[in-house]
């Protein structure tokens, strides 16, 4: 076995290696160096010694994954249970938040080139355990040939372990888990065969309302049957669906969805900055995983925007309309653009709901909308952006520097990519006043933040 490699030698793919960790990576994996060569290590935390096997060989680094604890770090903690969407459970909470506020620290410094920007504390998570309201578990076999339901093993895409307790679910997400599970196994289901492509059952999303008490579930198969009303009627659900894809793709989105029972769309409560808002969610449009912290994130989305009740606020990547409708009260108008058209339905319908008449809704991409939307509108006061983790491309960001908006809140689930983001905006003339992170994925090294930037 390699302990260490000659200079100049960078280890084989499937070399086993002994390493000492001495970081971590944005992303979550344990940092080791060989002569100066980095290798990012899956499963390790700093002040391990660990045996890795190497999984990817890049001229600058190398990816790894863990095949032996030689000796843990004095820092860790007993894992709750075993689960592949908890890999810093073995970290106590406190040192996790401290992870990610250097992280964010680190991402605006190295990669945006700013020095002395402000990150203030990170907003703890209220509930660091059994906070998530939508969970996707992958039907399988163990090697007895009994179906499973649970995570797909880290680093083996055809391979699940099945999960009786979530520590990331709750009780009722678990219970509807199971009772699915346990109904699959009397009928004598057959998982889908992700390498021959044949079998039945492939997915189970579970979404569930933590305010309005609802929860939904949706089976997701490969074409074929099964008494599928009958298992609509055997858990405890308000709503249950029935998604039927052909594709050989691990996705939960293709195909075509049927309502076997109860509502195709789930409701959620919010309150954000005093006002507590009812939400409808359909299945395709996105909603924050965490409801408590969601509150949180929209409370510093609204303190950043500096509201005095007149301006004109567009909402860029507005889902289902939560920050716009909790921005409303404090604006003279939001307007809100989102590319899933059912999203933009529920905004329409929510802001109904809620008694909001002066926020508008556009289904469209907020690449080719915004100049559009300018013309309509006219030119926005605050802008607030909230993107997927790829965060904004060079071309959305100058159509934001166009618009000449006097404050920015960027809200963002990606530090790496928010840095270079407020680098472009900086360059044309904001600046970059604050930044607060705020803990939506405890156990995960995930990482949200709030930013707020104004024209100087
Ligand atoms: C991180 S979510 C935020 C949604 C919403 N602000 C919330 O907090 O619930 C990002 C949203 O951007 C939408 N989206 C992604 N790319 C887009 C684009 N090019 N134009 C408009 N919306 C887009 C997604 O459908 C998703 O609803």
């Known amino acids: 076995m390699e302990s260490s490699s000659p200079t100049g030698t960078r280890p084989q793919k499937g070399a086993e290696l002994e390493l000492s960790i001495d970081s971590l990576a944005y992303g979550g994996a344990g940092v080791a160096r ?6 990012f290590v899956q499963g390790a935390v700093p002040g391990d010694r660990v045996r890795a096997r190497v999984t990817k060989r890049k001229r600058a680094y190398a990816e790894a994954r863990v095949v032996e604890l030689l000796e843990p770090s004095a820092d860790r903690i007993e894992a709750r249970a075993p689960h592949p969407g908890a890999p810093w459970q073995v970290l106590p909470y406190e040192r996790q938040l401290a992870e990610k506020e250097s992280q964010v620290r680190e991402a605006l410094t190295r990669i945006g080139g700013f020095d002395d920007v402000l990150v203030e504390p990170i907003v703890p998570a209220v509930e660091p355990w059994r906070y998530r309201n939508k969970l996707e578990y ?34 009722r997400v678990d219970a509807v888990r199971e009772a699915v599970k346990a109904w699959c196994r009397e009928e004598g289901l057959s998982a889908f065969d992700r390498r021959g492509g044949s079998g039945l059952l492939r997915n189970l999303v579970v979404r569930e309302g933590r305010r309005s008490g609802q929860v939904q579930a949706r089976i997701v198969t490969s074409e074929g049957d099964f008494r599928a009303l009958d298992l609509a009627e055997a858990i405890e659900a308000t709503g249950v669906l029935w998604t039927r894809t052909g594709g050989v793709a691990e996705t939960t989105r293709d195909g075509e969805t049927d309502l076997l029972k109860g509502s195709a769309t789930i409701e959620e409560e919010l309150t954000c900055a005093g006002e507590r808002l009812r939400f409808r969610i359909s299945p395709d449009a996105f909603f924050q995983t965490n409801t408590e912290m969601a509150e949180r994130l929209y409370g510093a989305a609204v303190e950043l925007a500096e509201l005095s009740g007149r301006e004109r606020v567009y909402d860029l990547f507005s889902g289902i309309g ?26 329409i319908e929510n802001a109904r709901l809620n008694g909001i008449d002066n926020a508008r809704f556009y289904a469209g991409d907020v690449r080719t909308a915004m100049r559009p939307l300018v013309e309509e509108a006219g030119a926005p006061d605050v802008l607030v952006v909230d993107p997927p983790r790829a965060g904004l491309s060079q071309k959305i960001v100058r159509r934001m520097i166009e618009a000449g908006a006097k404050r920015i809140v960027y809200v963002s689930c990606n530090p790496t990519t928010l840095a270079p983001n407020a680098r472009q905006l900086a360059d044309a003339g904001y600046v970059l006043d604050r930044v607060r992170p705020v803990d939506m994925f405890p156990q995960t090294p995930h990482i949200e933040c709030v930013a707020q930037l104004s024209l100087s």
């Open 138 to 171: 992958s039907f399988g076999e163990s090697e007895d040939g009994q179906l499973v339901l649970g995570f797909h093993r880290p680093g083996r895409w055809n391979e699940i372990d099945d999960v009786s307790d979530d520590i990331l679910a709750s009780e």
């Open 322 to 347: 939560t920050i716009a409708m909790a921005l409303a009260p404090a604006a003279g108008e939001v307007w809100g653009i989102e590319l899933v058209e059912q999203a933009v339905a529920d905004a």
């Open 34 to 39: 060989l002569d100066g060569y980095v290798l």
